[in-house]
């Protein structure tokens, strides 16, 4: 229940009803006994630096989970960023100190690769594709370069895009091979949709069907998409004998790095 005394973690984005922190923190929480709950923030764009500057002096709050379309907005207006969030310039947790700066990180690569350990997939030497070069697919290209992945390659409709995300990783991660697009699935023992293709049933593939022919049957499939929970995308790669990560592992797999850094779960390592 909540009380005077509670101690708040919020969510930021709009919409916001369709997100799944609030049940997952909550639960935590309880679990726990902790006196901490999360809440939901739908805000409007033009009021959003309100907001920010309405939390610098909120002091029962503890800081919040930034999601879609703030992730880009909060990093450029918050007071610190990590290394890696000053590099692809978003966030998607925010940490408030005693002093009330806002300081942030981006954790959607280590949710992604945490839940790819659970399907037995390690970076290091591997050669992976990444579809979509946004705020999402930024950050698990990141994470990929970060564990040592050998070979990347990135594809996105929007080249400008897909181009500058390929400029600042072939600088923060000169060992890795980039490539821009590709002809073949057939080398990639990952490959990934961090686009919003497939989401809400519109049964959309990010790939042309004949790409796709070529997914090898050992590959790890993965969509950051989580309604449905199992895409189109993965419907085919489970048929072809993939193993496949679906988009709410990811967001499951994340939650202790968001509460571990906003300091209201254990640290992780
Ligand atoms: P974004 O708009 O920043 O990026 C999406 C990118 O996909 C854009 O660059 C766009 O040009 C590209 N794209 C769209 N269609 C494409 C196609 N057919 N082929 C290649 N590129 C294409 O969005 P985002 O913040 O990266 O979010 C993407 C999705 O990830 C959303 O659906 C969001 O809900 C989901 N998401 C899931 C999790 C999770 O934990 N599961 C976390 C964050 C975001």
Request: hydrophobic share 50%.
């Amino acid at each position: 229940m909540l009380k005077g005394s509670t101690q708040l973690v919020a969510i930021v984005g709009t919409p916001i009803a369709q997100v799944k922190s609030p049940e997952n923190f909550n639960a935590w929480f309880e679990r726990e006994q902790q006196d901490l709950a999360m809440i939901a923030m739908d805000v409007r764009a033009p009021d959003l630096g309100h907001c920010i500057a309405l939390m610098r002096g909120w002091n029962n709050l503890r800081g919040c989970v930034v999601t879609v379309p703030y992730k880009q907005a909060f990093a450029a207006q918050i007071d610190g960023l990590s290394a890696r969030s000053a590099a692809l310039r978003a966030v998607n947790v925010v940490r408030r100190e005693p002093d009330g700066r806002l300081v942030g990180d981006m954790v959607d690569g280590f949710g992604f690769l945490n839940a790819a350990r659970q399907h037995r997939f390690r970076a290091a030497g591997r050669q992976a594709l990444v579809v979509g070069a946004g705020g999402v697919g930024g950050a698990i290209a990141h994470a990929l370069c970060e564990a040592g992945i050998a070979r990347l390659a990135l594809m996105d409709t929007d080249a400008a895009r897909q181009d500058s995300l390929a400029a600042l990783l072939a600088q923060a991660f000169p060992a890795v091979e980039l490539l821009r697009g590709c002809a073949s699935l057939a080398d990639f023992d990952l490959v990934v949709n961090a686009t919003p293709v497939g989401m809400g049933g519109t049964g959309e593939l990010p790939l042309p069907r004949e790409l796709l022919d070529s997914l090898r049957s050992d590959a790890l499939a993965a969509d950051v998409v989580t309604s449905p929970p199992v895409t189109p995308f993965l419907e085919l790669a489970r048929a072809r004998g993939c193993r496949i990560q679906t988009g709410a592992e990811m967001a499951r797999a994340q939650l202790e790095f968001l509460g571990g850094f906003i300091g209201v779960m254990p640290p992780v390592d």
